[in-house]
């Protein structure tokens, strides 16, 4: 038969009005000790698994039922009681972690507990997110600190929320906040510690985002989405570590979200390519189709572009350039003005390239220019 070494405290309203917390003041070491001693008899018993994870989960039950009435009385200054509380919570949890009830809400007066053995290791966090640039980062996870941090009872977090915080505070505590490369190590420690919550989701998002908008076209995006999938899946997670049971890993739904991404992007591109349109954007220029088309025709002659097929260049040309005045040029009107250049064109062309010769003198033989002018000027001199 499993013992209840505290089922004397199991019926608090069997005891007269205020025996709640007298009885809690003859919580003694000596009958913790015996409820230990019990817990340590239920494990070593014949009793199957089934009964042993009820036992103590009534135990605990127990347990915190004593916690939350310690708690409501409001004497919260009866340090060696409420000690003795903690440290039967601390025993359960380490040496029967098996039959502990991760899941359970914890008691306030265990959070209040953990909440002044982490204070020094909080602060330091706090004050290592002000020294860091980015703004954001710091307001989510500061309100990440508040909720997990915070003493209202209308806040509930399980043992197992509790048991992330403090290996994440821990971890975070031990970042030298003062190294240039601080936030890269505190974003790390956060996806390493599989930190999967929303706003942290939401805030990784944007930043993978801002890089993909950088892309000078759709092909450059999706490249950019590729590498960051490959990234995201060859980054380290600690399997056992998980902010929220109930949501995915962040691993899983940062890489969900991207191959949804690279999926919209592809699909976009094949509908432009099958419409016959370009996936890249046009560079404009300052020329006429004319002149730009036979400055082409000067550089094909000159062999500029090697043995290329004039069709490929018309049909290049075409995709990634446009003038003022027409925002989309043909290939077939970009070959006609190739093969129709009249001499007024080619003057221009020429007055153009006679510029850009006149820039190279004075860039880079400024002697040569000078000789020029004095020659200009003075036509006698030798």
């Known amino acids: 038969m499993l013992r209840n070494e505290l089922s004397i405290f199991q019926d608090p309203g069997s005891l007269p009005e205020g025996g709640v917390c007298a009885a809690l003041i003859e919580l003694t070491p000596g009958i913790c000790a015996r409820v230990r001693r019990s817990w340590e008899d239920a494990v070593l018993s014949e009793a199957p698994e089934h009964i042993l994870v009820r036992y103590f989960h009534y135990q605990l039950d127990s347990v915190f039922a004593i916690a939350n009435s310690y708690y409501k009385c409001g004497n919260k200054t009866e340090e060696p009681a409420w000690q003795l509380i903690v440290n039967l919570i601390d025993h359960l949890h380490v040496y029967y972690s098996c039959y502990f009830n991760c899941k359970a809400i914890s008691p306030d007066l265990y ?107 759709p092909a450059e995006k999706l490249t950019t989405m590729r590498e960051q999938q490959a990234a995201i899946c060859s980054r380290p997670v600690i399997a ?37 349109e370009s996936i890249f954007p046009k560079i404009p220029v300052e020329l006429p189709v004319a002149h730009f088309a036979y400055l082409t025709h000067l550089f094909v002659d000159e062999n500029i572009f090697g043995n290329q097929n004039l069709k490929v260049l018309f049909r290049f040309f075409a995709d990634h350039f446009q003038t003022k005045r027409q925002p989309a040029i043909s290939p077939g009107g970009f070959s006609k003005a190739y093969y129709s250049a009249d001499q007024q064109t080619a003057a221009r062309v020429r007055a153009l390239l006679e510029k850009m010769l006149t820039r190279i003198k004075r860039d880079f033989f400024p002697v040569m220019v000078a000789v020029s002018i004095t020659a200009h000027f003075y036509p006698g001199m030798h």
């Not at 899983?252 to 999926?263: D, N, Q, S, V």
Request: net charge negative; proline share 1%.
């Open 240 to 276: 056992t570590l998980i902010y929220d049971e109930a949501w995915p890993s962040l691993k899983t739904m940062l890489g969900c979200w991207l191959e949804e991404a690279i999926h919209f992007t592809e699909q976009s591109i094949d509908d432009a390519l099958k419409n016959g």
């Open 111 to 217: 959070r209040l507990h953990v909440s002044k053995q982490l204070k020094s290791k909080v602060d330091l966090v706090k004050n290592g997110l002000n020294t860091m640039n980015d703004a954001a980062l710091g307001d989510m996870f500061l309100k990440y600190l508040n909720h997990a941090g915070c003493l209202d009872q209308s806040i509930k977090l399980s043992f197992q929320n509790l048991d992330y915080f403090i290996r994440l505070i821990n971890n975070l505590a031990g970042i030298d906040y003062s190294l240039g490369n601080a936030e890269e190590l505190f974003l790390n420690e956060l996806f390493q510690s599989n930190f999967n919550h929303l706003s942290f989701f939401v805030y990784l998002q944007q930043q993978l985002s801002t890089k993909q908008e950088q892309a000078l076209n």
